[in-house]
């Protein structure tokens, strides 16, 4: 008789973990080398790789514009491909707490195929424990992926140079409000979808209007600000921002204020930072514009030699302040 | 109308700044009492734009901040009972208190939770019928409401298992303290917005009355703090002090009289302790008799290892009372900070120190 709950069994190596890979996970991510199953994916490398890794726990599974499946596909597709990766082979690893219903680890399957299919990625290898019940919340997922890295590229958070544009693709914390709305507790509804997305797509364009893009950075946990801390403390330059360039949907900023909360330190699952040397900052945020995913691109500031290792914004009404990285929140988990 | 951007417009912030650098001509030291207000002004660089002579002092006005060591002290020895569940709202859990704050006791095994109303911890009462489930009140007149309804929702479904510690304050009797105790020379006063939509503008009316100071009630948008800071300029300049309100879309002169008349039949006002200021007769609330059942401070005893103790060096007591800044706090940003504050002032996100350490740095 098929089961409908995960159960300790699904996780042991014996015949309900082989069963749960070949009905669930092969055919719904088949490919050739995950297809083999062997231990290991084997593949051909050449040039520069790029290698990253990153755990998923975000509660709930399940909110609008996505689920953590999903989450898991784009979150590591964007770490590749900020880094001018052309991301290509992902790994996956779940954690599952005993008891999950079946049809909505089946659910999460199809995200991640959906996911994987849209940027493109394979998923070649990994791995399913289970743990008993309160040892995990649901489901944590892992993946790691490679990607290359094309010759002529460097992009990295020590690569600002004074005068560079500062871009963002897009609104911020919508995915942070959109979690923080369905969250047990926080009992108000409003019409923000998670804003979770594969940008490879997005950067392939930006690189082709730019080769020369210095630095780009997905800002997830942290927001916009603390990205633009870490990015000003590596590359020692001074970042400013002009306050209201900067995309915020209204709805967000509502949740915002009634919460608490700013957000810019509010995370983002579907938008990059990129700096660039100004004079092709039309030419980017035009490639930018046209893009499904970058619609709502704007120019939101300037590097400057000025005030090293720190960002400062200038408010609407003209004054120039700090603005400082996250510090100790008390906030959900959120990636 | 749009309550937010309409009150947040660029162009007209300008005109008001100009206005207030026309006007201004004497020195004046204005406190905005409420610690929401301090941190809306770093965040629009109010303080920037003014002229060199005004200068804004940050008062009493953080629920978290005036919270007296020795009250905290009370908190974390009901968390270490085993049958307790402490639940709070988020920022207290990081205050430390003589030795501990409650985060850290929860990391040793005690039941401490945040919640985001007091709705939750009676759900919580609800679900733990086996557990004794404590609510930290703390907060000034904008949480009592909250809290008063918690309580009579409580009796009336004859939940026996839900208490609350109420630490609450109520404002005018310590800002009357403050301007009594004359440490601080102000000029004028910015009144608290949210505790003003609850207890009324009318509240507010002996600052002009009984001190002959400046004062505006204000909202939290960047125009309703300009206005304010006008009217008390122009308070100041034309030795005309009264009681103004630039928040009328939320404050009327009465107040809110049905959260006023939930306070008033769940509590009675009775002495508090205000850390940096001490206890004030006729400055706290707290059950009333017929609401015993509900009160932790008389269903459980609480025993205290050790006398309270402030902790050395740390200036929260005076920076709430305006008398000094976290400038001159030896530990500010060196030894305390977010990540690991010695004091209430720099836990709270609306804590005077907290607002000088992430927006009061300077820029070349």
């Not at chain 2, 201004?24 to 003014?50: D, N, W």
């Not at chain 2, 505790?195 to 002959?212: C, L, M, Q, R």
Request: proline share 6%; glycine share 8%; charged share 20%.
């Amino acid at each position: 008789m098929d089961k409908t709950k995960i159960l300790l069994a699904h996780g042991s190596g014996g015949r309900l973990t082989h069963d749960l890979i070949s009905k669930y996970l092969v055919q719904s991510l088949s490919n050739p080398l995950l297809n083999k199953l062997d231990d290991a994916a084997v593949f051909k490398t050449g040039g520069n790789m790029a290698f990253t890794t990153d755990s998923y726990v975000v509660s709930p599974i399940f909110f609008p514009g996505g689920n953590i499946g999903k989450l898991a596909v784009c979150g590591t597709v964007n770490d590749l491909s900020v880094m001018g990766a052309v991301p290509k082979y992902l790994s996956l690893s779940f954690i599952i707490e005993e008891g999950l219903d079946i049809t909505v680890l089946e659910k999460i399957i199809q995200s991640i195929a959906a996911a994987a299919k849209e940027a493109g990625v394979e998923i070649v290898t990994g791995d399913t424990k289970v743990v008993n019940i309160g040892k995990a919340d649901k489901i944590f997922i892992n993946t790691a992926g490679v990607g290359f890295i094309p010759e002529e590229l460097d992009i990295s958070g020590s690569n600002a140079q004074p005068g560079d544009a500062v871009i963002v693709s897009g609104t911020m914390g919508d995915h942070g409000i959109a979690i923080m709305a369905q969250r047990e507790g926080l009992n108000f509804k409003i019409a923000v979808e998670s804003d979770c997305a594969p940008l490879n797509g997005l950067i392939a364009d930006m690189l082709k209007a730019c080769p020369r893009i210095h630095v780009m950075r997905d800002p997830t946990r942290g927001g916009l600000a603390t990205t633009l801390n870490e990015i000003a403390a590596q590359s020692q330059v001074g970042i400013e921002l002009d306050e209201e360039s900067i995309p915020v949907k209204p709805a967000v900023g509502g949740a915002c204020d009634a919460l608490g909360l700013d957000p810019l330190y509010v995370a983002n699952e579907g938008k990059l930072i990129a700096i660039l040397p100004e004079e092709f900052a039309p030419k980017v945020l035009s490639a930018m514009k046209a893009h499904p995913y970058g619609v709502d691109s704007a120019v939101i500031g300037r590097v400057t030699a000025k005030n090293p290792s720190r960002v400062s914004i200038r408010t609407p009404l003209g004054a120039l302040r700090i603005l400082d990285m996250q510090s100790g929140e008390l906030l959900p988990r959120i990636c | 109308m749009n309550f937010i951007e309409e009150f947040r417009n660029s162009q007209s912030g300008r005109t008001l700044l100009e206005y207030i650098n026309k006007r201004s001509t004497k020195p004046a030291r204005f406190m905005e009492f409420c610690g929401g207000h301090t941190v809306a002004i770093f965040r629009y660089g109010i303080r920037q734009l003014l002229p060199p002579h005004i200068e804004m002092l940050s008062g009493p006005g953080c629920p978290v901040c005036v919270t007296s060591t020795a009250d905290l002290d009370k908190v974390i020895a009901l968390s270490r009972l085993t049958e307790v569940i402490i639940c709070s709202f988020g920022d207290l859990l990081r205050v430390p208190s003589s030795r501990q704050s409650l985060l850290e006791v929860r990391a040793e095994g005690a039941d401490v939770r945040i919640v985001y109303s007091t709705m939750d911890a009676l759900e919580i009462a609800r679900q733990n019928p086996a557990k004794k489930v404590i609510f930290v009140g703390i907060g000034f007149e904008t949480t009592a409401p909250t809290i008063a309804a918690s309580v009579i929702q409580a009796r009336n479904q004859g939940l026996d298992n839900y208490y609350v510690m109420s630490l609450h304050k109520i404002t005018p009797p310590v800002m009357r303290a403050i301007l009594d105790a004359g440490e601080t020379r102000l000029s004028g006063i910015i009144c608290p917005g949210h505790v003003s939509s609850i207890t009324g503008s009318n509240a507010w009316e002996f600052i002009p009355k009984d001190y002959h100071l400046a004062c505006a009630v204000s909202g939290f948008e960047s125009l309703d703090i300009l206005y304010c800071v006008k009217s008390l300029v122009d308070q100041v300049e034309d030795k005309t002090p009264r009681l103004d309100v630039s928040y009328s879309r939320a404050v009327k002169p009465e107040g809110n009289l049905a959260a006023l008349k939930i306070m008033d039949e769940v509590f009675d006002i009775c002495p508090a302790n205000w850390r940096g200021i001490g206890i004030l007769p006729e400055s706290g609330l707290c059950l009333k008799p017929e609401f015993a059942a509900f009160d932790a401070e008389k269903n459980f005893e609480i025993k205290l290892s050790e006398p309270s103790r402030e902790t050395p060096g740390c200036l929260c007591g005076e920076i709430i009372k305006g008398t000094r800044t976290p400038l001159e706090c030896k530990l500010f940003s060196k030894v305390c900070t977010p990540e690991n504050p010695v004091g209430p002032c720099m836990v709270s996100s609306e804590g005077t120190c907290a607002a000088y350490y992430h927006y009061g740095g300077k820029l070349g």
